[in-house]
């Protein structure tokens, strides 16, 4: 069983930056679906981005698309989300997690190693 840590959450004001990152102690992404999902208070988790195991296929929410980026760090084995133009609506504990990538990554489903979480809070 791998163990996933995210990294890189933070405070950050309307239309700033941060960058995740996950990484799985002791080994590699490599060759796994990987999967970001968040949840807000009082909401349902939602999967915000995913990559399938070579990096060639990648998936966004809508409310996510041409602000967020999902990449492999193939030399590290880890995987970021880049996420641009923050908005309130995006705090939340971000997620990721590994494991088959199925459908457009973006489900629950196939994957069987969760990290903790990191927060992620956008406010002024």
């Known amino acids: 069983q791998l163990q996933l840590v995210e990294s890189g959450g933070g405070l950050v004001q309307p239309g700033g930056s941060l960058r995740l990152s996950c990484s799985a102690s002791?080994?590699?992404?490599?060759?796994?679906?990987v999967g970001w999902f968040r949840q807000a208070p009082g909401k349902e988790r939602e999967g915000v981005s995913s990559?399938?195991?070579?990096?060639?296929?990648?998936n966004y929410i809508d409310s996510v698309k041409g602000r967020f980026t999902i990449s492999r760090n193939h030399g590290e084995g880890t995987v970021s989300l880049q996420m641009n133009n923050l908005q309130p609506e995006d705090t939340a504990v971000y997620y990721c997690?590994?494991?088959?990538?199925?459908?457009?990554?973006?489900?629950?489903?196939?994957?069987?190693?969760w990290g903790q979480g990191t927060q992620v809070t956008v406010s002024s």
């Open positions: 997690a590994a494991g088959a990538y199925l459908g457009n990554g973006l489900g629950p489903r196939g994957y069987d190693n």
């Open positions: 002791g080994y590699t992404l490599a060759g796994r679906g």
């Open positions: 990559t399938d195991p070579s990096g060639q296929y990648t």
